[in-house]
């Protein structure tokens, strides 16, 4: 069914000037990020078709009308102009939402996809930019990826408020095998409070290392400690030396990695 084009008309006012559809479809569609080929391929319609619309040479049939108006979250009336209420408002309010996609796939992904508004808006893509992200590289509020930035984060590598890294964490609350945050957790963690294995921090509780203002673990370190070794420091003053450190490290775990070593004998 065809829809004469003059009875498709927006009364919503910008500024003094009244917008009709074509002019409206324009602006709606540049809002929501998406290019006239874009519009097309979700409509299933031509770019030409679109243009057309846009031109005001051509209006939609009411199945695409339908879709406009779903796409766009307006109602149908509004986006004809049949309703009175509609008529008589005099600002229209708008969401912020936009979303891109490259054209560019890789293994069926878009290269970027950034979908960000207000409401559960997805992001899947190598690069993932949205609410709720996934990719090889993702920031969001909820991201998931190889690297990973975000509110909550999961990953190999993450950055978030709370961060949960197969690799590496970073946040306010961060778990993974080399964690860093206010509470760390991990095979090595360092943080306010500090809990692993090895751990470094302002309390710091480990399996086998410890070191902070308060540490417990078969060998501790600090002004406070609570250990099978102990090496406490009293007053800016040091009892011990590097190498006392060193040397009872590798006395009671022969296997630690040299650079686990270097960072516990060198940082007190």
């Known amino acids: 069914m065809k829809i004469d084009i003059k009875y498709i008309k927006y009364h919503f006012k910008k500024g003094n000037k009244t917008m009709n559809f074509n002019e409206r479809l324009i602006e709606l569609r540049k809002a929501k990020g998406l290019s006239q080929e874009q519009l097309g391929e979700k409509l299933n319609v031509a770019r030409q078709t679109v243009s057309k619309w846009e031109l005001g ?3 939609p049939e009411m199945n695409k009308l339908i879709v406009l ?3 766009f ?3 149908l009336d509004e986006l004809v ?3 009175s209420s509609v008529e008589n408002r005099q600002s229209v309010s708008y969401r912020f939402e936009y979303e891109y996609s490259s054209k560019t796939k890789i293994m069926g992904l878009p290269l970027v996809h950034i979908n960000i508004g207000y409401g559960r808006r997805k992001a899947k893509g190598i690069v993932a930019i949205g609410n709720i992200a996934k ?4 920031i969001g509020g909820l ?3 190889i690297f990973s930035i975000g509110g909550l984060s999961l990953g190999l ?3 978030a408020g709370l961060s949960l890294g197969l690799l590496l964490a970073v946040g306010g609350i961060a778990m993974g095998a080399i964690s860093i945050g206010g509470l760390s957790i991990g095979i090595f963690a360092v943080g306010g409070f500090a809990l692993g294995i090895y751990s470094i921090g302002g309390c710091s509780i480990a399996q086998k290392i410890a070191m902070g203002g308060y540490a417990s673990g078969h060998i501790a370190i600090g002004e406070e400690t609570n250990g099978t070794i102990n090496f406490i420091s009293k007053n800016n003053f040091n009892h011990f ?3 006392d450190i060193k040397n009872a490290i590798i006395k009671e775990f022969p296997d630690t990695w040299d650079i686990i070593v270097s960072i516990f004998s060198n940082l007190w």
């Open 81 to 83: 102009g049949n309703s």
């Open 57 to 59: 040479t051509t209006t």
């Open 143 to 145: 991201s998931i990826g």
């Open 135 to 138: 990719g090889l590289l993702s």
């Open 241 to 243: 030396t590097s190498s």
């Open 69 to 71: 108006a779903n796409l």
């Open 157 to 159: 590598f993450t950055l």
């Open 73 to 75: 979250n307006i109602s």
